[in-house]
């Protein structure tokens, strides 16, 4: 069975910085890339960034390139979004999700799996 547990998440003052990791198992994960979405109240769900197999493939939504990074750690089976200069409309469910291809891209729909997601409020 396949889950993708998310952490990290919590409460920080606009400026300020925050990481949210995933957590994969029941899967091949180094075979996967992988995506992380938000979602905010009243909101459709939004691609953030996704990283592929090896990890040197990146994409970014314009909305947050030059403020997150997204990593992995294929030997943890995990994924990382480091996310700087938090902005109040950063508050959001992040949402971590795999993909059975070696590229990430933005499409919701391509993803195969998604986690429950983890609360992220930015204050202003």
């Known amino acids: 069975q396949v889950q993708l547990v998310e952490s990290g998440g919590g409460l920080v003052q606009a400026g300020g910085s925050l990481s949210v990791s995933c957590a994969a198992s029941?899967?091949?994960?180094?075979?996967?890339?992988m995506g992380w979405f938000r979602q905010a109240p009243g909101k459709d769900r939004e691609f953030v960034a996704g990283?592929?197999?090896?990890?040197?493939?990146?994409y970014y939504a314009d909305s947050v390139k030059g403020r997150f990074t997204i990593s992995r750690d294929n030997t943890k089976n995990t994924v990382y979004l480091q996310m700087n200069s938090l902005k109040p409309e950063d508050t959001a469910v992040y949402y971590c999700?795999?993909?059975?291809?070696?590229?990430?891209?933005?499409?919701?729909?391509?993803?195969?799996?998604w986690g429950q997601g983890t609360q992220v409020t930015v204050s202003s």
């Open positions: 999700a795999a993909d059975r291809k070696w590229y990430a891209t933005a499409r919701a729909d391509e993803y195969d799996y």
């Open positions: 029941g899967l091949t994960f180094s075979r996967y890339a």
């Open positions: 990283i592929g197999w090896g990890g040197s493939s990146t």
